[in-house]
């Protein structure tokens, strides 16, 4: 079957950096997303991959392993803005997303 | 930018119900979708479109219909609202542009089954 693990909740400080991990199992595979998403609000995206690697974008940035079914999100300075959920799915082979449940992100000053 | 519209951000509705959830896309997407979202569960997808008229049956398609008439406009239909259907509904779109079809989301709109 298909499935997006990630862990339920993660704490960080503010300035910090943290880690948030996925791994994934998905019928065929055609890039892997994160997404951000505030209490109550829709998710925003933040970045996609499909080739094996690191992308950068700013203070967050997104890894990438299809060998081993894996991708971070690595977020830098942490802000308490960045407190919310962050779901990773994974696109299979007919284009259609799998969800993670999303890790949520707690920032403490 | 893009921008998703839902017609409403809550709504309570009694079980029996017929109940209509509307979403509009201002970006000429050609790919529409509604998921729903609960607590400790991924997004489960209910029915997806590719196209105006066309409709494809998501993970969770049993209780729900939808209705694409034109291609901005995308309605998820309760036929009969049970409280299993309390939920938070999210509508996005998408270009079909291939791999890199990022979806836009809606707001939300939570429902509450009474």
Not at chain 1, 86 to 91: D, N, V, W
Not at chain 2, 83 to 90: D, F, R, V
């Amino acid at each position: 079957g298909q499935n997006i693990d990630q862990p339920t909740e993660m704490t960080a400080t503010e300035g910090a950096i943290v880690q948030i991990n996925c791994t994934y199992q998905t019928s065929g595979f055609n890039g892997l997303f994160w997404y951000q998403q505030h209490a109550g609000e829709a998710p925003t995206f933040l970045s996609y991959n499909v080739l094996d690697g690191l992308e950068e974008k700013g203070r967050f940035s997104s890894f990438l392993s299809r060998s081993k079914g894996y991708s971070y999100l690595l977020l830098k300075e942490l802000q308490m803005k960045d407190s919310a959920s962050y779901l990773c799915a994974g696109m299979d082979s007919n284009y259609q997303l799998i969800w993670g449940a999303g890790t949520k992100l707690i920032i403490k000053p | 930018d893009v921008k998703v519209t839902q017609s409403s951000r809550y709504l309570v509705k009694r079980t029996g119900e017929k109940v209509f959830l509307e979403c509009v896309q201002d970006m000429d997407h050609e790919n529409m979708f509604w998921y729903r979202q609960d607590p400790g569960l991924g997004l489960r997808l209910i029915y997806f479109s590719y196209d105006v008229k066309m409709k494809e049956k998501g993970d969770i398609p049993e209780g729900y219909s939808v209705s694409r008439e034109k291609k901005e406009r995308f309605s998820l239909i309760l036929e009969s609202a049970s409280t299993n259907q309390t939920s938070m509904y999210l509508c996005a779109s998408s270009h079909a542009t291939g791999v890199t079809e990022t979806q836009y989301f809606g707001p939300g709109t939570r429902l509450l089954v009474l």
